[in-house]
């Protein structure tokens, strides 16, 4: 079952700019911190970006530091990642997901949650292509 659905990957040139939206299904379950992790060809699923439930507090990957931006609307349901001066190593699936610890503050898991079998709910992806 699906329960968070992405959108807005395609092919960009170089330099250009893309936004990922990610959005619940429907039943309703803890998104105390969402997350954007991204998989290469050939490579480990990896977390790019997080933010919490507030958006006051986010983690940016040191590769996508100063180009990418990760946002909220809690009314809406929906996350965003904003992508700039995109580069062909950008390319990649990119994943939506949702992580929680009812014992942990946001700021704790936006912080010490690295890892995808940490996060609980998860989207199909959406590929991202990034032309030279």
């Known amino acids: 079952q699906v329960q968070l659905v992405e959108s807005g990957g395609g092919l960009v040139q170089a330099g250009g700019s893309l936004v990922l939206s990610c959005s619940k299904s429907g039943r309703t379950f803890s998104a105390q911190v969402m997350g954007w992790f991204r998989q290469a060809p050939g490579k480990e699923r990896e977390r790019v970006a997080a933010?919490?439930?507030?958006?006051?507090?986010?983690y940016y990957a040191d590769s996508v530091k100063g180009r990418f931006t990760i946002s909220r609307d809690n009314a809406k349901n929906t996350v965003y990642l904003q992508m700039n001066s995109l580069k062909p190593e950008d390319t990649a699936v990119y994943y939506c997901?949702?992580?929680?610890?009812?014992?942990?503050?946001?700021?704790?898991?936006?912080?010490?949650?690295?890892?995808?079998?940490?996060?609980?709910?998860w989207g199909q992806g959406t590929k991202v292509t990034v032309s030279s």
């Open positions: 997901a949702a992580a929680f610890n009812p014992l942990l503050s946001g700021e704790k898991v936006v912080t010490e949650f690295t890892t995808p079998s940490e996060y609980k709910y």
């Open positions: 933010i919490s439930w507030s958006g006051g507090i986010t």
